[in-house]
């Protein structure tokens, strides 16, 4: 009971008084003297944050040791979280436990204006130019990987896409010399560094604990690597457009250039933004798509069909893969890679009539809400068709959120789809797969939930066949910000007038709006997109619908006006 009232005395029973018109956060029943519902979040915090849920709905308090959280379910209180500034909701301090991995005064561990400098320095791996010659490196890794498979055989599933996705974007976001020295050596570092993510490591990521010594010996190395590669290319003056060669060149505002240790932290920032989505989320489509049969050899005769008509596969390729896309969206519905995001209140807040006081941690879970009934219909079912056309607004806006959302969105989240879908296309254009009957669970060991190992799978070479070769279809849409149903397919210009709003404030760069349509969009001077036609004329229908379709982020938005109304320039 000294225990518990100390924590009351320092953090507050029930936290300073709410002002006139606003309550506390509803507490969830449970936990222990002192500590709370420590025990359940170490545990299992995915399956305390769906009984926090089921029996509190939308707004739920609790604590976690000496920390107060209050978790937050549905799209209006998604939007809320993610469009509120880094003053009031920072998620610095919650991530603090990447610091091990990225390095001290790297990304979460610097000021506010550090860090963004450095991730202007990742972006340009990621920017459309860059992302349109991934395809075919993507394509040649896989090929490598089942190079030796032979006619049948099995593999373990989680382990192989792995290995793949480590090769396939360090390759892409990182250049071939990086790909090539550090081989299997790199693939093991990194997978050590992700076991480091655990959820005790919110609470503490310095305890002497097996994982966090194997996740710092790790890093030690990595540095070691990734400077004798930098000394390499220093000494034989060789320039470059891969990603270590653009963080070597890259200077701060002040001149200074990045250290050794500051390149690996950023290197390994951007493998985290392309790899970990990759790397579970190809595994689990393909699991769920090995229980849906149905949708599987539909998904494999339109794969059949893009491919069969030969040529690299570019990302416009990959784009025409419309029901690859709907089975990976469906999946990151399913099995989002983070179940849980956080910001830190940095002054009194409120959602609602709740209040929120500062220094309270803010939690989202993409899974939780995800497989609510109130948002999701079925929820439970796979069902890829959900992100099809013809169920176009069937999902609230911001009620899809895998990927996070507003200024704060994992950048890497066009990469991780082009990737998936591109390893899944080239994989099931050559095998036939089925279970071995390992159970399929959730690995809760790492932060980041893939399925649990063994999950083996049986493979054999597929029969040539021959199919029908049609015209290339068009473009489909895709999921707009936080789940604002699919926007229109760049196709078939409207009668109606088009006008463009753009939201420059959830804006981060990628810029591929600008390779859609240059007449319409350009950078900026602060490297955010900035509009030069409001109404476009008709001759740019397709490509300003293009650009809506495609941009990471989902800042545009295009509605139609009576063909009356006014058109013209900005």
Same mark, same amino acid.
């Given at each position: ?24 956060? !509803? #507490?969830?029943?449970?936990? +222990?003297? @002192? ?7 170490? &545990?299992? *915090?995915?399956? /305390? $944050? ?15 040791? !000496? #920390?107060?959280?209050?978790? +937050?379910? @549905? ?7 993610? &469009?509120? *500034?880094?003053? /009031? $909701? ?21 000021? +506010? ?50 290995v793949l996705t480590n090769f396939t974007s360090s390759r892409c976001l990182l250049g071939v010399e990086f790909r090539e020295q550090m081989n299997e050596e790199f693939a ?383």
């Amino acid at each position: 009971m000294q225990l518990q009232s100390f924590v009351d005395r320092t953090f507050g029973r029930k936290g300073r008084r709410p002002p006139p018109g606003l309550r506390p956060a !509803p #507490r969830l029943s449970g936990g +222990l003297p @002192g500590v709370g519902h420590l025990v359940d979040f170490v &545990r299992q *915090p995915l399956g /305390l $944050l769906t009984r926090a849920h089921a029996e509190l709905g939308e707004v739920a308090g609790f604590r976690i040791g !000496p #920390r107060r959280l209050v978790a +937050l379910y @549905g799209p209006e209180a998604h939007e809320a979280v993610f &469009r509120a *500034p880094d003053q /009031l $909701l920072n998620p610095q301090e919650a991530y603090g436990f990447m610091t091990p991995i990225f390095g001290k005064g790297v990304v979460y561990d610097a000021p +506010l204006e550090t860090m963004g400098e450095q991730v202007k320095m990742l972006l340009p791996a990621l920017k459309d130019r860059r992302m349109r010659t991934y395809g075919e490196a993507i394509v040649a890794e896989v090929e490598q990987s089942i190079a030796g498979w032979g006619e049948e055989g099995t593999i373990d599933l989680v382990e192989y896409c792995r290995v793949l996705t480590n090769f396939t974007s360090s390759r892409c976001l990182l250049g071939v010399e990086f790909r090539e020295q550090m081989n299997e050596e790199f693939a093991a570092i990194y997978h050590d560094l992700e076991r480091g993510i655990t959820p005790i490591a919110y609470l503490n990521p310095y305890l002497p604990l097996p994982a966090f010594r194997r996740r710092d010996q790790a890093r030690v190395r990595l540095v070691q690597l990734v400077t004798r590669i930098v000394e390499e290319r220093r000494r034989q003056a060789r320039t470059g457009e891969d990603f270590l060669q653009t963080l070597m060149e890259a200077r701060y505002s002040d001149g200074r250039p990045l250290t050794e240790d500051e390149i690996t932290g950023l290197l390994l920032a951007a493998m985290f933004a392309g790899h970990h989505t990759s790397s579970v989320t190809t595994a689990w489509t393909l699991l769920e798509l090995l229980r849906d049969r149905r949708y599987l050899a539909a998904m494999v005769e339109q794969i059949d069909q893009v491919l069969g008509r030969g040529g690299p596969v570019t990302m416009q390729t990959v784009r025409e893969l419309s029901l690859t896309e709907q089975a990976v969206k469906e999946t990151l519905r399913l099995h989002p890679p983070l179940f849980m995001l956080i910001r830190v209140a940095q002054a009194d807040w409120s959602f609602r009539d709740v209040y929120i006081p500062r220094g309270t941690w803010v939690v989202v879970s993409p899974t939780v809400s995800h497989l609510s009934p109130r948002y999701f219909r079925d929820p439970q079912r796979f069902d890829p068709d959900r992100f099809s056309p013809a169920r176009e607004g069937e999902m609230a806006d911001w009620s899809y959120i895998p990927f996070g959302g507003g200024r704060h969105k994992c950048l890497g989240n066009a990469f991780a789809l082009l990737q998936i879908k591109t390893i899944l296309a080239v994989l099931l254009s050559r095998y036939e797969f089925d279970l071995c009957g390992d159970a399929i669970q959730d690995d809760f060991q790492s932060m980041v939930i893939g399925p649990k190992e063994p999950c083996r799978l049986r493979y054999r070479r597929r029969l040539a066949r021959t199919v029908s070769v049609p015209a290339p279809p068009p473009a489909r849409p895709v999921q707009k910000e936080g789940g604002n149903g699919l926007s229109r397919c760049p196709v078939h210009a409207p009668r109606r007038r088009l006008r463009l709003w753009l939201d420059r404030d959830l804006c981060q760069g990628h810029a591929v709006c600008v390779g859609e349509a240059p007449e319409v969009f350009a950078v900026g001077a602060d490297g955010k997109v900035q509009l030069l036609l409001e109404r476009p004329g008709p001759e740019l229908y397709d490509k300003v619908l293009a650009a809506e379709a495609y941009c990471p982020t989902h800042t545009i938005q295009v509605v139609e006006e009576e063909a009356d109304g006014a058109a013209g320039g900005a």
